[in-house]
T-cell receptor, first 114, second 106 residues
């Protein structure tokens, strides 16, 4: 009974490098969400995707960040040219029916930019 | 966008005590969920409760959508209940409150 799988668990990048975060939703879930959590803060919505479609990206920074959820394979959150301010925990969640159904979270990826 | 306010921000209990956490929100919602983030950072969905009352073991939740608030009750608290409790609401994408930090001492 696999839950939402995120990898890597921890990721260290130098300033200017690219970070790729992966998320496989729960079996049977086709709705994926990405959230960012800064230390001592709540979760901030970034993007909502369904297979091959971005439904809502209103929380994504306009530059350097992108997300996809291809027909086959995991959802990817990509951060280009990382800066120190990108250091955070990035959580992926999935749901069976979109916005009006329970959200289940992965264990997160802790990104540290040095 | 929707504003979500949780209270209290911090709560310290002795094991066995009961507590009530509150979530107020600024607009009509059709989705409200409670989550527990444990000290290792894992987020667990406790309740999907846009309205009404639900119970799961020592935890229960009530949402009064017309008055724009939800309550999470924890009875006979245990040290494993420690962590941060988040309320999240939406009419669309989920917006999280800032959380209540609960510490349960043995």
């Amino acid at each position: 009974n696999a839950g939402v799988m995120q990898n890597p668990r921890h990721l260290v990048r130098r300033r200017g490098q690219e970070a790729r975060l992966r998320c496989s939703p729960m079996k049977g879930h086709s709705h994926v969400y990405w959230y960012r959590q800064l230390p001592e803060e709540g979760l901030k919505f970034m993007v909502y995707l369904q297979k091959e479609n971005i439904i809502d990206e209103s929380g994504m920074p306009k530059e350097r960040f992108s997300a996809e959820f291809p027909k086959e394979g995991p959802s990817i959150l990509r951060i280009q040219q990382v800066v120190r301010g990108d250091s955070a925990a990035y959580f992926c969640a999935s749901s069976p029916l979109g916005n009006n159904s329970p959200l289940h979270f992965g264990n997160g990826t802790r990104l540290t930019v040095t | 966008g929707i504003q979500v306010e949780q209270s209290p921000p911090d709560l310290i209990l002795q094991e066995g005590a009961n507590s009530t956490l509150r979530c107020n929100f600024s607009d009509s919602v059709n989705n409200l969920q409670w989550f527990h983030q444990n000290p290792w950072g894992q987020l667990i969905n406790l309740f999907y409760i846009p309205s009404g009352t639900k119970q799961n073991g020592r935890l229960s939740a009530t949402t009064v959508a017309t008055e724009r608030y939800s309550l999470l009750y924890i009875s006979s608290s245990q040290t494993t209940d420690s962590g941060v409790y988040f309320c999240a609401v939406s009419y669309g994408k989920l917006t999280f409150g800032q959380g209540t930090i609960l510490t349960v001492h043995p």
